[in-house]
């Protein structure tokens, strides 16, 4: 594996993959995406592949250099950066971490039955992050040190309007409040939309972000979190007035959302006028599939199955990428990648060969 990646070394393009997700004819390589790569999964290919050596850890621009360094080694044409301190304080439980590659913290999960905002009082007094305060420290080093051939994509603790609502208020409260709290749902979508706005301005004042990523998951297994009536009433304009901004500016609007939203795939497309969709699951669809329902209107992102590549082996794995690349890349508008995130339960050499595939 070590001899097969460093033999196929590729040059970051950030404008090939620019017109392969604007669907701009077939691209002349493949290109890799991935919305994050859980710390263990980084720091294990680091640690393989001695990706820091000459790094000094003192060095206050560290942290940039050295996922600089593992984004080149891997392939991709860009660095995800948005801005920072953007806290929400949430209501949080921990467990264990089982995965091979621990956590050292554990796993944390949001408490489904009860946010810090549950009426109107906690609302008033809930700390929202103020987004003009927000940092772009990290935007601002990118944009002066990345080569010439990558490009920021602009994305984190951003655009999550349908997570955020279930986060904050607790996805059982929510539930509730959306028959008898309307207002203060309302309320809350309008906040966020408010502290939103603010983040993507400054995000769009980089000229090297050239792609603007929302990521907020608003389905599960069958259907979306709450009805397709109240999505479009208090997430989809939020995503809407994102997807605007970021075309008035020039920059395609992805976006990252996990579960089933056949129900609202339409309003996504032509209304909220996504430009790329990512996240896919087997046990709801396959990129392929997608790909010749959607394939002419919007790009699609990822679609290598995480449960999949848990359970194979290489060979599987090689077969299914080339399987899904001969399918989707004709035209353009496939950007390959795994159907969620690198999680630190994927095997690191299932992850590795997947991206090798892709540069035979």
Known sequence: MTESLLKNAIEPDWEGLYRCIMRDGTP????????????EIQEAICARYRLLDGLSSDDPAFHYKRQLRLERFLGYDFIRCGVEGMAFPMNTMQTDDTAALKKSGGRHFVDEHKGPITNWEEF???????????????????????????????????AHFAEFLNWLMGYETLCYALYDQRDLVAAMAAKLTD????SIRKMLEFDRVKFIWGSDDMGFKTGTLIGPKDM????LPGHKIMAQMAH???????LHSCGNLESIMEDLIADVGIDAKHSFEDTIESVIEDKQIYGDRIA????????FLCRSDEKQVRERVRRTLEACMPGGG??????????????VDNYLAMLDEGRR
């Not at 699609?300 to 449960?307: E, M």
């Open 28 to 39: 002349e390589r493949v290109h890799y995406i991935e919305l994050f790569l859980d710390w």
């Open 124 to 158: 008033e007094k809930y700390p929202w992050p103020d987004p003009e305060k927000a940092s772009t420290q990290a935007l601002e080093w990118y944009q002066e040190n990345l080569p010439d051939g990558m490009c920021i994509i602009g994305s984190g603790g951003f």
């Open 195 to 198: 502290i939103f706005k603010v």
């Open 232 to 235: 479009r009433e208090f997430v």
């Open 248 to 254: 008035d500016a020039g920059r395609p609007y992805l």
């Open 300 to 307: 699609l992102l990822g679609g290598i199955d995480v449960d």
């Open 334 to 347: 496939y950007v390959l990648g795994t159907g969620n995130s690198v999680a630190n339960y994927i095997p």
